[in-house]
């Protein structure tokens, strides 16, 4: 169980050197050489490869002076098979720092390998809060989507391919050394995932706002990644100007280090499972989630709706009433507006599921955070309000 | 020279491990420990002492397992000689890791020794940026202030008593391991101390909002600084509760956050020659620079000055003009009210001297990412308004 404290006011705050611009993927290699490394593992996906940005990785790299293995053995959700597999071409090859480039597979695969080359085992025996206790390789990661916060985050999501769920590893061992984001990278990013990964920025911002962990350490990053959303998302899916989606990947930076020091809450807790039993993308199921979420979590939260509200782009009178208002419909009109997807009957899920799914969410980490204490029914209740 | 980025949207930021909240002085003994220390020379001064906070860490630190070795050897605006005795104190006992206790003078010290011990040499042959090369023994550093933001800043100042200069060090080595902020240790500190250390604190938010180094990252951070300071600094000065100064420990490390990152401007440019020259106050000085060099500055930040206003509790029009006024006022009447030095002859500055403060000002490295580019008589005509 996630030790959340008790106090509101004790905060812990920490996150990796952060490094964001547009070209700066050229500095890849000369971050991995200065975290010692002479031989580099390269965890990316065939998108970035098709998109030309891994041999541009690979030359920074090399320029920098180190040798690089490219290993691409990963699927969207990465599978634990894939991260085991990946263990041992990096202990087979002798590398020793990790350089993860892609959306939050590509990280978490990176992060996945990481954990098992110096601590070995099976990947599942590290699921849950602090079961890391050997040191990881230096890694940079380098994040390419609009979502994930992988990058800065103190989470691992790797799918268990035996009982079809989602393992949940949460440990500070698991943030990179440093987070590296070049924004050009998202000029590539196929149309559909701009609005699934925002979405992903757009849930990780709000339930850390939303959190019993949060604190005003987590608070100012969370609102300025709402306000950047709220400025870009639409335009940014519908003409894909470079500005909004490097407001958008700014967003994501924002979001990943108010989450990950705050942690999350309802949507992530139904999401993990969801996505554990479907491989349904992970950003249309919060994107499906939040709404509903959001409308559930609102009554205890009314105090931090006004700052909400403003972080929107609204100037609301102040009241709780008015802002509950602005916040859900804002919500409800941007996803609508974006495209999100609007149910969970459209991603593939199967009603019969739903009370498992919900139970399933009651053991996620993510749930401990959450603002108002849900039991089972809670949850099942929300999986049928957002089918 | 400072390398200043050109391209704004370029971003570093790199801040220790954060840990605040009251009572967490307990913390010390094993933030120490896990850094792997045996051996804990702890740097602090006699008010931290017969305060009685000197005898809780230590309590604590042996709690955790730990020796400790007490070295008190300094004085405000630490002098190079301290730290030079200091070091060798460190190296005779066989320390392992530092733990400053205190305001920016015993942080900055343990920074000092810390160098030292692993560097050789003298400390003024680290003045300047990024010239240390080898890496520092683990430094845990506790504030006990509402300013100075060395818990978690690249920056160490320390005092040349030959040339009666400040040498002011940039490094990203200089920024601690673990910055552990306890506010209840600011129930002892002596009341003058509210306002000059809590004034610190606003000049780095401002400076670091203007300067052309910062980011969202570190607005975000400035801003907060500012909405805190303006919410309870004269409140903490008449009344010193808990919650008010709890708020200004929270805006110091969120300016101390935002600085470290963006750096500073001309205030800060300014006020290390004053206080190498007259071992005045920092904070007094910043106070007495502050309005006129806001006053310099801002007609070239104009389009910030609408989410400074807000910064500060206004609800402005959103027109700069009416935000330009409400910030000077705002600051003029809070540093009034708070009681904070008006003149820089009330702290014993000499007229003559102006010109070559001006002179020395324009070599420090404050002055590079200052929103306005000065030259000596505009730096001149500052001292003189503010004399």
Redesign the interface.
């Known amino acids: 169980m996630v030790n959340v404290?008790s106090?509101l006011?004790?905060?812990?705050?920490?996150?990796p050197?952060?490094?964001?611009?547009?070209g700066?993927l050229s500095q890849i290699g000369s971050c991995a050489r200065r975290l010692g490394g002479h031989k580099v593992f390269l965890v990316s996906d065939q998108g970035l490869f098709s998109a030309g940005w891994v041999d541009k990785a690979i030359k920074n790299i090399m320029d920098a002076g180190l040798e690089v293995i490219f290993y691409d053995n990963i699927t969207p959700n990465p599978k634990d098979v894939e991260v085991e597999a990946g263990a041992l071409e990096y202990i087979r090859h002798g590398a020793d720092v990790i350089v993860g480039l892609g959306g939050g597979s590509a990280m978490d695969a990176a992060k996945g390998i990481a954990i098992l080359v110096s601590n070995g085992g099976r990947i599942k025996d590290f699921e849950g809060s602090d079961k890391i206790f050997r040191p990881l390789p230096p890694l940079v990661l380098c994040p390419t989507t609009c979502g994930t916060g992988s990058d800065v985050s103190q989470f691992a999501i790797i799918t268990d391919t035996e009982q079809h769920c989602k393992l949940t590893i949460m440990s500070r061992c698991v943030a990179p050394d440093i987070s590296l984001t070049d924004p050009d990278t998202l000029e590539t990013l196929p149309d559909e995932y701009v609005c699934t990964t925002a979405t992903d920025a757009l849930s990780h911002a709000l339930e850390a706002f939303f959190s019993v962990a949060s604190?005003?350490?987590t608070d100012?990053?969370a609102?300025?990644a709402l306000r950047?959303v709220s400025t870009s998302l639409v335009e940014a899916v519908r003409e894909r100007k470079a500005a909004d989606l490097?407001n958008l990947a700014?967003a994501s930076?924002?979001a990943g280090m108010a989450f990950s020091n705050s942690l999350l809450g309802i949507v992530h807790a139904l999401a993990h499972p969801i996505g554990g039993l479907y491989d349904a993308n992970h950003g249309s199921i919060n994107a499906v989630l939040l709404p509903e979420v959001i409308k559930y979590d609102i009554p205890v939260v009314t105090e931090k709706l006004p700052e909400l509200a403003w972080g929107l782009g609204h100037r609301t009178d102040g009241s709780t009433n008015t802002a509950s208002e602005v916040v859900q419909e804002t919500l409800v009109s941007m996803l609508e507006a974006a495209g999100a997807p609007r149910s969970l009957r459209s991603l593939g899920v199967v009603r019969k599921d739903l009370p498992e799914l919900a139970r399933k969410a009651l053991k996620d980490v993510c749930i401990v955070t959450s603002p108002r204490q849900a039991d089972e029914k809670d949850l099942l209740a929300i999986l049928e309000r957002a089918y």
Not at 17 to 22: A, L, N, Q
């Open positions: 404290e106090n006011h004790h905060c812990k705050f920490e996150v050197e952060i490094i964001f611009g547009r700066l604190t005003s350490l100012v990053h609102i300025k950047l490097e700014r930076l924002h």
